[in-house]
Every structure is written in structure tokens, then in C-alpha cells.
């Protein structure tokens, strides 16, 4: 019985392994946006170069995660 256990849980986590491995290859394709999808405002140069797919200023994205 513990094998049977054993195999479904590590099929689920390999499952889950390759989603957060297709997620992350998918964020970091995209392109940032120039402009804060809240706001509006500018999104400097250097913060889309850190953040490579952002889309919010730093401070909409402050408020975002709270």
C-alpha cells in the first residue's frame, strides 16, 4: 500500500515540477510594458531589465503584493 502512495506523490510533484517550469519559461519571454498597467506611469529602464515580464511600476507592484 505505501507504494502506491509513494508513486502518486511523486508523479504529483513531478507534475508540479514541469507547471512551475512552463510558467517560468513563459514569464520570461515577455516583453515588459513601458507603462504601469495600473497607474500609467513610466517603468524605468533598469526595473524592466531586473524584472524581465513586468507590468506595474515599483510602487503599484508594492501595493499589489500587500
Do not use: N
Not at 507590468?55 to 503584493?65: D, G, Y
Amino acid at each position: 500500500m505505501t507504494d502506491l502512495y509513494d508513486r502518486a506523490q511523486a508523479l504529483e510533484q513531478r507534475q508540479r515540477d514541469e507547471a512551475l517550469a512552463r510558467h517560468a519559461a513563459g514569464r520570461s519571454v515577455c516583453a515588459s510594458l513601458h507603462h504601469c498597467q495600473d497607474c500609467g506611469d513610466d517603468i524605468p529602464e533598469a526595473r524592466r531589465r531586473a524584472a524581465p515580464g513586468c507590468t506595474r511600476c515599483i510602487t503599484c507592484q508594492t501595493a499589489a503584493e500587500r
